[in-house]
């Protein structure tokens, strides 16, 4: 399979936002192939700047419970086509890819915590517990060097998590680490956008008291703005754009799918958690090149068999539903394989642990050291 429409972080010149699109039906777009895409996500650059941590910078990582983004895997460059044709085919309502009618792979919040193993706490980001006041704002902004002229929020962010930082180091220094890698992971990965200004603060809210990160469901967060980003690319392809920018974490959809579909001997065993560390450049590509249609004219995986068993890690494996919906029987046949879940259900199994640092910025008044 080619490479063509693979990205490393590619620029685009807007990011409008998109707020009154409608959900287009499936069977409208059906044949229809997506724009040619660009993406800003770089999971390239995630990787290099998380190579040079040291034990204890990792640590810290982990006590936000976003180790499992220290288990990335360097991946050079994204298939960007077939991460517009995974986000054609989802149906934002339902939040599931939709291959056909009786092929629905249903996916949950608790499914980008399996794929990248960050938090998937009790908290909303974006509700009244996400609340931040101007002055906090301000503060990290402060802390992490964002009020530079000429530099943008993830390069500050970039530089902060460059500096020595130890057990010795202030409280203060170490919460601003671990803000800082959350803006990092979240603007090169998990939810990148079309350009990296100071604007994109919706989550900081959850940042303001380090005890408290894993006790918010960042899954869901990520999850609703990939979302948004599908109905972001459906408006596109209505309004037959020649080109897109893709933002949000379509990696995840990548994943996602080619877990769940049947590649006989390229199958992964579900294992590893997370399962994004499972994934590296090669397996990737050829797992996409072995789930590709023969004989289509765009390229199309709709044809792919659905994975069905109790092997496999995602939620929809627990839910009676979502089997019965996701069986490869012609529609109307009796014989649907259901796996209902005998496995316990780990909807909560996310670790919640608390930062040794735990300041709360909100009450701050210590001077920064830089």
Same mark, same amino acid.
């Given at each position: 399979m080619s490479d063509a429409g693979s990205c490393d972080g590619a620029a685009a010149a807007w990011d409008a936002p998109q707020d009154d699109i409608l959900e287009q039906?499936? +069977?409208?777009? &059906? &044949?229809?192939a997506p724009p040619a895409p660009t993406s800003r996500i770089s999971v390239r650059k995630a990787v290099e700047v998380i190579q040079t941590f040291d034990n204890y910078k990792r640590w810290l990582v982990t006590e936000i419970g976003f180790g499992g983004m220290l288990k990335l895997p360097m991946l050079q460059k994204l298939n960007l086509k077939f991460s517009a044709w995974t986000m054609s085919k989802v149906c934002v309502e339902r939040r599931a890819i939709v291959l056909s009618e009786t092929k629905v792979l249903k996916f949950f919040a608790e499914d980008i915590h399996k794929v990248f193993g960050i938090p998937f706490g009790h908290r909303n980001v974006k509700g009244r517990d996400g609340f931040i006041k101007p002055e906090v704002?301000?503060?990290?902004? #402060?802390?992490?060097?964002?009020? #530079?002229?000429?530099? +943008?929020?993830?390069?500050?962010? &970039? &530089?902060?998590?460059m500096h020595d930082i130890s057990e010795a180091s202030s409280k203060i220094d170490k919460d601003c680490f671990q803000i800082a890698f959350v803006i990092f992971v979240m603007g090169h990965v998990l939810a990148p956008r079309t350009k990296h200004d100071y604007g994109t603060i919706d989550y900081w809210g959850a940042l303001a008291n380090m005890e408290n990160i894993t006790q918010y469901n960042w899954c869901e967060f990520v999850l609703e703005f990939l979302l948004e980003a599908v109905r972001r690319l459906k408006n596109d392809m209505m309004a037959n754009n020649h080109s897109t920018n893709l933002v949000g974490c379509h990696l995840f959809l990548q994943i996602f799918f080619l877990d769940n579909v049947d590649l006989g001997i390229f199958n992964k065993k579900h294992n590893v958690l997370p399962r994004i560390s499972d994934f590296d450049q090669n397996s990737l590509k050829n797992m996409i090149t072995m789930a590709t249609d023969i004989g289509k004219g765009p390229t199309s995986y709709v044809k792919c068999m659905i994975r069905q068993g109790s092997d496999l890690c995602y939620a929809r494996c627990n839910i009676p539903d979502c089997n019965v919906t996701t069986s490869n029987q012609p529609v109307g046949s009796g014989n649907m394989d259901q796996h209902a879940g005998n496995r316990t259900n780990d909807r909560h199994d996310s670790v919640q642990v608390s930062s040794s640092s735990g300041v709360n910025l909100i009450d701050v008044q210590t001077p920064i050291r830089m």
């Open positions: 039906p499936v +069977h409208a777009m &059906e &044949e229809q704002v301000t503060f990290i902004k #402060r802390a992490l060097g964002m009020d #530079r002229t000429g530099v +943008h929020s993830l390069r500050a962010a &970039e &530089e902060f998590l």
